[in-house]
């Protein structure tokens, strides 16, 4: 029975150094409730650092047995590895970075050093509690090397990974020295998640650009694996903080801060002590709002609590500094002997006294410069029982792609954000309740559980397609099968594609002519009175006619425009236009002028650009450029971009080979099919076929909707030479 086996860099439960002994704390974090139940299931078990540094191989010994009780396995780091991968490259390279705080970023090569020793650490640490079919779920930015490190010990594990911070734009991550290393490293996993699909696209684009890898539907094709990409975003314990807010404790607390405000009304803000928190910026807004409205002053309070976080870190020492003189500042200027207008704590609190802040607070600050998902605004939101208050919401923390129900801000602005709290403060109850009903409900339904099963689903359904996909070699067997189904038959189909399958590819396209020996086969396969011979192509019809027009085979020729039946006139598929050529011709002309080595081919309802004869990297860097383009170009048209191998071809959409092909299925009605291709254009044909077909995939491919595959047009020729025997 498979298991799975979580990692993240810290474990769920911290231990801590007394003067008498080391002691177990639980950790509060969403994601250690997420999956408390699931690591505590039978065998499964939670791999992590424990949260400080242990000094002799008897504490170890006795951590990893407490540990062990409790489903979790201890990664031990010396003072140095703490020093240089946790606080190093993880806290000052990755997070500046992924935060789009680039100028607090460092690039030291002892860190990066320090970054793989570590993920090579945890690796080894999983791998010693992973068996062959369990699953592995690798959590965030400390451990982005792991999924390769993993899959190159375990190529046929069940990996995921998700991402817990933002994922910024490739115009950021050009700028780490190792990024490609950080990519492939993500991309040894199965799937991979992000809280929203910005982050997700940023992803796609990233490793477009950086490896020269397309996706298609979040799909990235790696070696002999197809990686899925995808947004899942992360919930809160609901029932949680829900029954928190209700609870005779909170009430309790409650009490005691309204008797000591009177009857001033709460603005709430909480977050972790960062520079990614706009915490300054927040209380220039609070200070602005009491400039421009001072009917506010004596009414209205900001609480704002603070909880410490590496303040030891210049930058983070700097930004309490800065919140230390603001509060006091704003205080001094605006106070009065019965009001304060910020209370300020530089603490955390337990769970009871967080929820009475939620239930006092008629409005909650959470506007982030950039936050990968920031649950204190859903736990705001869960904690409401009466439906009133308000959420003002930074458009760049991932909740607000959900929870839109708030008063969305730049967080930048500061004008904006004062006129959000006043806006706030003077709205309705009745438009309150209605927001914060349907911020609730969402809330209440996405939580972390069920944040938890949808990803491990995913994961397992992506797992179940890979191994669907993965095509079985032609061996002797499945071909004495092909062959006597064959004999059997009395009216047989077959499907050829042309380049990359009968022939191999030439650099130059027009000189991929068949040769004698080709031209030879095909016809005593035509000459059968009970086969029909299809040439399937991308290639013009022109072509097609000039090499092989004097054989008795049919055509589809254009990936479908064009149709032939042995001995007819070519037929258009379906009536066509082609005038958006003088639009996109010039897109690709310029990419012709700025890439030596590719050309355009043109066909009558379609334009070709190739790339074959470009330097490799420079080719895979400017097909990728020009997809993006053409992509934005024809979106809301009736038009598509095919990739093929070493082309982008710009078509009408809604017509390819399978399309065609169904065409002369149902004209025919063969008793036995043989289908033959190379790329993703004749996936199209392999789906359209019914699955008693003999569907094959010429060339290595990670994955495909053929049964078979070979391994080149030398093994193809082969097989049908075989029919003839």
Known sequence: MSRTIIVSN?????????????????????????????????????????????????????????????SMAPVFLTEAEIRDFYEGFSNSTLWPTFHYFTQFATY????????????EKF????????????????????????????????????????????FPSYELIRVLPWRSELIRGMLGADLIGFHTFGYMRHFLDTVSQVLGLSAIN????????????????????????????????????????????????????IDRLDYTKGIAQRLRAFELLLQRYPEWREQVSLIMLVVPSRDQVAQYADLKVEIDELVGRINAHFRTIAWNPIHYFYRSLPLEELASLYRLAEVALVTPMRDGMNLVAKEFVASKADQRGVLILSERAGAARELSDALIIN?????????????????PEEEQIQRMTVMRALVKRYNVFSWTRLFLNQLAYTKMKQQTLATETLTPAPTNQLLDAYHAASQRLLLLDYDGTLVDFHPNPQRAQPDQEL?????????????????????????????????????IAEHGVWLRAAGDEWSLFQPLRNDWKRELRPVLELYVARTAGSFI??????????????????????????????????????????????????????????????????????????????????????????????????GSAPHSSARFHVGSPTEVRQLLRKLLG
């Not at 992973?130 to 090397?145: A, R």
């Not at 009490?255 to 009304?265: G, I, N, P, Q, S």
């Not at 982008?648 to 043989?674: C, H, M, V």
Request: proline residues 4%; negative net charge.
């Open 10 to 70: 810290r474990l769920p439960t911290k231990v801590l150094r007394t003067e008498e002994s080391l002691t177990f704390q639980p950790s509060e974090g969403g994601l250690a409730t997420g999956l408390g139940s699931i690591y505590r299931a039978d065998g499964n078990v939670w791999v992590g650092w424990p949260g400080l540094f242990v000094q002799d191989a008897e504490e170890e010994q006795y951590v990893t047995e407490q540990l062990a009780a409790d």
């Open 519 to 555: 031209r030879l086969l095909l016809r005593a396969l035509a000459d059968n009175p009970r086969n029909r011979v299809v040439i399937i192509s991308g290639r013009d019809r022109g072509t097609l006619e000039k090499w092989l027009g004097d054989l008795p085979v049919d055509f």
């Open 123 to 166: 690796c080894a640490a999983v791998l010693a509690q992973t068996g062959p079919d369990d699953i592995i779920w690798v959590h965030d930015y400390q451990l982005l090397l792991l999924p390769e490190l993993l899959r190159r010990a375990r190529p046929e594990a069940t990996i995921g990974f998700f991402l817990h911070i933002p």
């Open 218 to 269: 979040g799909q990235i094709e790696v070696e002999q694996r197809a990686v899925r990409v995808d947004a899942f975003p992360m919930g809160i314990d609901y029932e949680r903080y829900a029954q928190a807010a209700a609870s005779e404790v909170a009430k309790e607390h409650e009490a005691v801060y309204r008797e000591a405000l009177h009857d001033v009304r709460v603005i709430l803000s």
């Open 411 to 427: 967080p930048t602005d500061i004008n904006q954000l004062a006129e959000a709290m006043h806006e706030a403060l003077v709205m």
């Open 108 to 119: 030291e090569q002892a860190h990066w050093d320090a970054y793989v020793a570590v993920n």
């Open 601 to 698: 081919e043109e066909k009558d309802y379609s334009l070709v650009w190739h790339y074959r004869r470009v330097d490799t990297e420079l080719g895979a860097v400017r097909a990728r450029e020009l997809l993006n383009h053409l992509s934005f170009m024809t979106s809301n048209t009736d038009l598509q971009v095919m990739e093929g191998n070493k082309v982008l071809e710009i078509k009408n959409a809604g017509i390819n080979k399978g399309t065609a092909a169904t065409r002369w299925l149902s004209q025919y009605s063969p008793d036995f099919i043989l289908a033959l291709g190379d790329d993703r254009t004749d996936e199209d044909t392999f789906r359209a076929l019914p699955p008693e077909a003999f569907t094959v995939r010429v």
